[in-house]
């Protein structure tokens, strides 16, 4: 019951903001909801790491822990979700979401931020520089966007930021360092079997930054 109060009196405060501050509202309801700020720039710095033979294979791992986190976090809104996001509630005087978020009605779990989480915490194992930035990325460029704007309560960004912690955690103790390092160990075949692994992930990101920046251009 704490914890609803909580949400809901956190929720009341930002929605009393949001819409109301021009600046603030462009960048948190525009430019910080585009996939292209969202997650590329956890993706880029995931990604700096494959020309080194070391980091390759976690570099992997993080794609699938973000992918696993993704999946639970489905499951979960499958299984038991029931709770609108705080702009659709009815509640609150958020501005209105958009029609693609909209149709996906529910609120809990946050699946945005366990992936940009589960890509932080392999992150902050190249130093405390990436850890810094991955994590700080993660909470004030992931993570408040969506609280400010309506789209999740707290508690829904704080069950998103666990999942996505466990399964890079799950998956970082699985073993599957040892299975890539076949894969990615042999020097003379490491950068193609990178580039296999990752161009997907990659050619997405690509895609969307055209639409994202058409799309900040006309907001």
Avoid at 44 to 59: M, V
Avoid at 87 to 114: E, K
Avoid at 124 to 130: D, I, K, L, P, T
Wanted: glycine residues 10%.
């Amino acid at each position: 019951m704490h914890l609803l109060v909580l949400d809901h009196r956190i929720s009341l405060a930002m929605s009393s903001v949001a819409g109301h501050a021009p600046g603030l509202d462009w960048l948190m309801l525009e430019a910080l909801q585009t996939d292209l700020l969202k997650l590329l720039p956890l993706v880029a710095l995931l990604l700096s790491g494959a020309r080194d033979r070391h980091l390759r294979p976690d570099t992997g791992i993080a794609l699938l822990a973000a992918t696993l986190a993704l999946a639970t976090c489905a499951l979960a809104q499958r299984v038991g979700g029931d709770r609108l996001r705080p702009a659709l509630s009815g509640l609150y005087d958020f501005p209105s979401l958009p029609l693609a978020v909209q149709a996906d009605r529910l609120s809990f779990p946050s699946d945005t931020a366990a992936a940009a989480f589960a890509l932080a915490a392999f992150l902050a194992g190249r130093g405390r520089g990436s850890a810094c930035f991955a994590f700080g990325w993660s909470l004030f460029a992931v993570a408040l966007p969506r609280l400010y704007g309506g789209y999740h309560y707290a508690s829904d960004l704080v069950a998103g930021a666990a999942i996505g912690l466990l399964s890079s955690r799950l998956l970082a103790s699985a073993g599957l360092k040892q299975v890539l390092n076949l894969r990615f160990g042999d020097e003379r075949g490491a950068t193609a079997a990178a580039g296999e692994f990752l161009l997907f992930v990659f050619a997405f990101e690509l895609a969307r930054l055209f639409a994202d920046a058409r799309m900040l251009a006309g907001a």
